[in-house]
């Protein structure tokens, strides 16, 4: 019997194992298999009072333990948008050493949530709803949306980004100005491909028009260091909001908040 590992990046927050244990919890139920909920780093940091009492699980140690507990068939179901170098990289150089280490098995790999060229069409649906809910909520009519994600040095990440944002500016139409902007990059101009931050994004619309409103798309799995209640989201945009009283912004909710996403993730397996 195969044992299988919804992976996440993993953060120092509860709410983001909390949730990656929800998405876990939905899925096995969906496929009628255990699915064994671990982060890649981080979330060991979390107390685990703050998790019901029960510890975060980090994939090395938790690697190491089924081999060396006689698994030899693993599947890695990934909840990443894209091909980070922890699918490329380190998932790799982990299974060899604990290969070298234990003995040979077998690792399975899934793919990612939007694979490229063929991306992931429900994702776009998962967004458009999430953005629905956020402009019904707020009671305004959508015209400005950015498309905000966390960032990264990879081209063949950005391209997913970019890909979800051509399918969901045609799913919203030629009414809606659609943009896109990220949390983290690296200064110059090497990675202008990976967009403009977050903040400078928002300070440049408000510049442009101080009263149409914003609605930010969430391109984020779960609540952490950025997205989330207390993040740095938040926190950009109330600053922003400090500075153009008359502007609103209007937060969507998360794609793995959104049921849609356990469709996803079975049909992967």
């Known amino acids: 019997m195969r044992s299988i590992l919804l992976v996440d990046n993993g953060s120092s927050r509860p709410d983001s194992t ?6 876990a919890a939905r899925l096995a139920e969906r496929v009628g298999e255990p699915i064994r909920p671990v982060s890649l780093l981080h979330a060991d940091r979390v107390a685990p009072e703050h998790l019901a009492g029960q510890p975060a699980e980090i994939l090395a140690p938790t ?6 507990a006689g698994e030899r068939e693993l599947v890695i179901l990934p909840l990443f948008f894209g091909p980070s170098r922890a699918l490329t990289q380190f998932v790799p150089e982990l299974a060899a050493e604990v290969a070298a280490e234990l003995g040979h098995f077998q690792l399975e790999t899934t793919p990612e949530l939007c694979p490229l060229p063929a991306g992931e069409p429900r994702l776009i649906e998962i967004l458009a709803d999430n953005l629905t809910a956020a402009a019904t909520k707020a009671a305004i009519t959508p015209k400005r949306v950015v498309l905000v994600d966390h960032g990264s040095p990879i081209p063949e990440v950005t391209a997913v980004r970019r890909w979800l944002a051509g399918g969901l500016a045609e799913r919203l139409g030629a009414a809606v100005r659609l943009e896109e902007a990220v949390m983290e990059r690296r200064p110059g101009p090497d ?3 990976n967009g403009p931050l977050l903040e400078d994004s928002l300070t440049r619309l408000a510049e442009e028009d101080g009263t149409t409103p914003i609605l930010l798309s969430m391109l984020f799995l779960s609540a952490g260091r950025h997205a989330g209640a207390g993040g740095d ?3 950009i945009c109330a600053g922003v909001a400090a500075r153009f009283p008359r502007l609103r912004i209007a937060v969507a909710p998360l794609v793995g908040e959104h049921p849609g996403l356990i469709g996803i993730l079975a049909s992967r397996l």
């Open 233 to 235: 989201i938040a926190r």
């Open 63 to 68: 690697l190491r333990h089924l081999v060396s």
């Open 191 to 193: 990675y202008d491909f």
């Open 18 to 23: 909390l949730n990656l244990r929800r998405i």
